[in-house]
């Protein structure tokens, strides 16, 4: 397993931008497929985006779909969620998720088995 920690959270105005990171600690971190969940309060958790460990394959869930960003710099050990175009449903505790690489795509928290510890994004209107 690796070790996860995710930053960027934070309080942002509907409209507004924000990037998460992921750092991933341990050498295997470039064989992993990466991914985002989310979960806001008395929901469950929902996935969000994932990448392979190439990067060369990137998926979202339809509800992010062209407002979110997910990508990877190996070099850094390090995965990013690109978040414009905000909007206050997204208000939730950001989760970084990570599993070694499988031809699959990986959609469920079930499908990983490393996880960081969260961060906040909170979307006012």
């Known amino acids: 397993q690796v070790q996860l920690v995710e930053s960027g959270g934070g309080l942002v105005q509907a409209g507004g931008s924000l990037r998460l990171s992921c750092a991933a600690s341990?050498?295997?971190?470039?064989?992993?497929?990466m991914g985002w969940f989310r979960q806001a309060p008395g929901k469950e958790c929902e996935f969000v985006a994932g990448?392979?460990?190439?990067?060369?394959?990137?998926y979202y869930a339809d509800s992010v779909k062209g407002r979110f960003t997910i990508s990877r710099d190996s070099a850094k050990n390090t995965v990013y969620l690109q978040m414009n175009s905000l909007k206050p449903e997204d208000t939730a505790v950001y989760y970084c998720a990570g599993r070694v690489y499988s031809i699959s795509r990986a959609y469920t928290d079930e499908d990983y088995d490393s996880w960081g510890q969260g961060t906040q994004v909170t979307v006012s209107s």
């Open positions: 990448i392979t460990w190439s990067g060369y394959s990137t």
């Open positions: 341990g050498r295997t971190f470039g064989s992993y497929d």
